[in-house]
């Protein structure tokens, strides 16, 4: 379990702020005159998982650096 928060720490992190941002009410977060993009939302929540994802796969291959690195498709 500890090595697992040990290698896993910034996944772990990066959930929770994925999450948070996922489930804030938007009116709990401040509008930006500035951008007027419509559905900036959904832009903004590809790009966050999209970086989950990414650091999921970094530290999964620092973790275990021999793992095959393969995707099969059905």
Known sequence: MTQTLKNYWKSIL????????????PSGIKKFNAIQIE???KVVHLFMYGALTL?????YKK???NAINTIELV
């Open 14 to 25: 990066v959930t929770l702020f994925t999450l948070y941002l996922s489930f804030v009410h």
């Open 39 to 41: 559905h900036l939302d």
């Open 55 to 59: 650091m999921l796969y970094f530290e």
């Open 63 to 65: 973790a275990k650096p």
